[in-house]
């Protein structure tokens, strides 16, 4: 009986422990992950419409009509997508209700900060996450970020 009852306590416990999560593999957008090389984005998306350059963390920039592919180094450290055609893995797109996020990924973690409010579901590592922003109950943007 007491085993039953620790059970019933520990429950919720173990389904909050996966919330606001995905997996590494989902951390990509329109078919570029973090960790990949400039090679591999020109050879998976083509030449870039532009290529920024910058001087902090993020040293370069590619811009395609739908995905920005951010560089540290000749190697994928963030992207950000803001129109349907780049979508993670499991099809979540710019443009898609908030629903249909909470569907694929389940319940986010939420951020408010002083850019606004974002979604969030951190990666199996911690060092990058997916943070979504929303304009009123759709999906206004998809970001990969990670920690420098």
């Known amino acids: 009986m007491k085993t039953s009852g620790i059970l019933l306590l520990l429950f919720p416990l173990l389904a909050l422990a996966g919330e606001g999560t ?3 593999r989902e951390l990509s957008l329109g078919g570029v992950a973090i960790g990949d090389t400039a090679a591999q ?3 998976r998306l083509g030449e870039p419409k532009r290529k ?3 001087q902090d963390f993020l040293d370069l920039h590619y811009e395609y009509a739908s995905l920005r592919v951010s560089f540290n180094g000749g190697i994928v450290a963030g992207l950000q997508a803001d129109k349907r055609g ?3 893995p499991k099809g979540l797109c710019p443009g898609d209700r908030l629903d249909r996020m909470r569907t694929l990924y389940g319940a986010p973690l939420v951020a408010d900060r002083e850019t606004g409010r974002f979604y969030e ?3 199996g590592d911690a060092g990058c996450w997916l943070q979504i922003r929303a304009r009123g109950k759709r999906v206004a943007s998809i970001d990969v970020a990670c920690q420098p």
Do not use: E, F, I, Q
Request: net charge negative; aromatic share 6%.
């Open 22 to 24: 995905v997996s590494d």
């Open 41 to 43: 984005v020109v050879s």
């Open 52 to 54: 920024v350059a910058a």
């Open 86 to 88: 780049a979508c993670t």
């Open 121 to 123: 579901y951190v990666g």
